[in-house]
């Protein structure tokens, strides 16, 4: 089954409304990445967090590794936050694959 | 700046060509990586190395070899195309993995395969 689950799948909001991304993982994780992507772009690491809580600006990252989840607050949303945010993760059981989510579509409009 | 650059940008293959896409990377990273993405899918993992002059299968190796020669270069191969294969090709670099350190990804801007 998929290692990484992100939900929700797309998100609409209005300008100024804040979003709340969550990614869950089927296994133990040694380290997890949240990374943004433009349509037809590439991808933009944005947070390197694999414990606890960041923050950098609007966006707040938690990753709570007992409960193999972590979540990406988007505060005061802005249209030039509109892409795709996928989480990645290494898994705890050892190795150096990355395995990422489908991803997060967020739209903001005016 | 870490740097992480694929070649080519794009490309248009006939089906049972062969395509080479090629990576390189200015980072000093041990580790390389190919991914694929379809549209509405997140990233999966072709192959991958660590070394150089070495190479490991990732989530869906088949149909596709790789190779790596230098710590720099990170060549993805299709022997003999299909239009299965039609996807957006991203490469990427990372450090070794050490304690809390972490395999920080560094990407590059994506090779689009059109496979007809």
């Known amino acids: 089954g998929q290692q990484v689950q992100q939900s929700p799948t797309s998100l609409v909001l209005q300008e100024g409304e804040n979003a709340e991304l969550q990614c869950n993982f089927s296994?133990?994780?040694?380290?997890m990445q949240w990374f943004y992507q433009r349509p037809g772009g590439s991808l933009i690491s944005v947070f390197y967090n694999p414990s606890g809580t960041k923050q950098s600006g609007r966006l707040t990252s938690t990753t709570v590794i007992k409960e193999r989840r972590s979540s990406l607050h988007i505060s005061s949303s802005q249209i030039t936050d509109s892409g795709t945010y996928l989480c990645a993760m290494v898994p705890g059981t050892g190795g150096y694959k990355v395995v990422f989510g489908s991803g997060t579509r967020l739209l903001v409009s005016p | 700046e870490a740097a992480v650059t694929q070649s080519p940008r794009s490309k248009v293959a006939v089906t049972g060509g062969k395509v080479t896409l090629s990576c390189h990377q200015t980072n000093n990273h041990d580790y390389m990586y190919w991914y694929r993405q379809d549209t509405g899918h997140g990233l999966r993992l072709i192959h991958y190395?660590?070394?150089?002059?070495?190479?490991e299968k990732g989530d869906i190796p088949d149909g596709y070899k790789a190779s790596r020669p230098s710590q720099e270069n990170f060549s993805l191969i299709l022997e003999l195309a299909s239009l299965s294969q039609t996807a957006v090709y991203f490469c990427?670099?990372?450090?070794?993995?050490?304690?809390?350190?972490?395999?920080?990804?560094?990407f590059g801007e994506g090779s689009r395969l059109i496979v007809v």
């Open positions: 190395s660590y070394v150089a002059d070495s190479t």
């Open positions: 990427a670099s990372s450090e070794p993995r050490t304690g809390l350190s972490g395999n920080t990804l560094y």
């Open positions: 296994t133990s994780l040694n380290s």
